[in-house]
Every structure is written in structure tokens, then in C-alpha cells.
């Protein structure tokens, strides 16, 4: 089954450090690119990062730049977002979903709307408090 598992969450100190695993099944994690998501309580899911198929290409929303860093490990059909300086208000349910552009197009990846993202896995949830 085409499936994508977030792992990695939990409750952090404000200025600590989080690992999110991105864990693909049914499919080569390699052909497509990843978009990292999160959603607060009360708004809407943005994307904060996306890594192409190759690794080529990494992005990141403006505020995270430095902060988090995504990357990818085909060994293990594997993509993760290292999460630095935690603040507050990064607490969320991170989610990762795979770029749902045909492989031909399927390089590089997208940030900006409009995307298409797909195969939701359930999410993990990074609280930061202190």
C-alpha cells in the first residue's frame, strides 16, 4: 500500500531539537519530491519545506531558513526534517506528503501554491512549552 509515516514528535523545550522522520511504503521515495507540512490549532496547514527527488533542490518557508533543515536517505526510504531553536509557536502536527506530479515532471519541488500533495500519512505532534 502507498503509505507515508511521520515519526519523531513529542514535547521539546523552547531552543531545543527535533528529529521528524518521513517513512515511505508502496513506493520509491527517490522518484518524487517530499513536502514537509505543519498545522496549528486554529489554522490552516502550511508547507515549510520541500526536498526534490534527487536532493538537489531544498526549500524553506522564509521564517524556518536556518532553523530547519530537510533531507533524505534512499537506503532507508526516508526523508527528515531537523528542527532547531524550537519556539513556541512551532508547536504543531507536522505531516509529509509526496509531490503528485507525474515522474516525467516530478523534478525539483514546489513551496509555492498552487501544489498538488498527496498520500497523507496521520501526522506526528511536536509540542514546544516549557
Known amino acids: 500500500q502507498l503509505q507515508l509515516v511521520e515519526s519523531g514528535g513529542g514535547l521539546v523545550l523552547p531552543g531545543g531539537s527535533l528529529t521528524l522522520s518521513c517513512t515511505a511504503t508502496?513506493?520509491?521515495?527517490?522518484?518524487?519530491?517530499i513536502g514537509w507540512f505543519r498545522q496549528a490549532p486554529g489554522k490552516e496547514r502550511e508547507l515549510i519545506s520541500c526536498?526534490?527527488?534527487?536532493?538537489?533542490?531544498?526549500k524553506y518557508a522564509g521564517n524556518l531558513k536556518g532553523r530547519f533543515t530537510i533531507s533524505r536517505d534512499d537506503a532507508k526510504n526516508t526523508v527528515y526534517l531537523q528542527m532547531n531553536n524550537l519556539e513556541t509557536e512551532d508547536s504543531a502536527t507536522y505531516s509529509c506528503?509526496?509531490?503528485?506530479?507525474?515522474?516525467?515532471?516530478?523534478?525539483?519541488?514546489?513551496?509555492?501554491?498552487?501544489?498538488?500533495?498527496?498520500?497523507w500519512g496521520q501526522g506526528t505532534r511536536v509540542t514546544v512549552s516549557s
Open positions: 506528503a509526496r509531490d503528485l506530479r507525474p515522474p516525467a515532471e516530478n523534478y525539483g519541488c514546489v513551496l509555492y501554491k498552487p501544489y498538488n500533495y498527496g498520500y
Open positions: 508502496g513506493f520509491t521515495l527517490e522518484d518524487y519530491a
Open positions: 526536498i526534490s527527488g534527487n536532493g538537489d533542490t531544498l
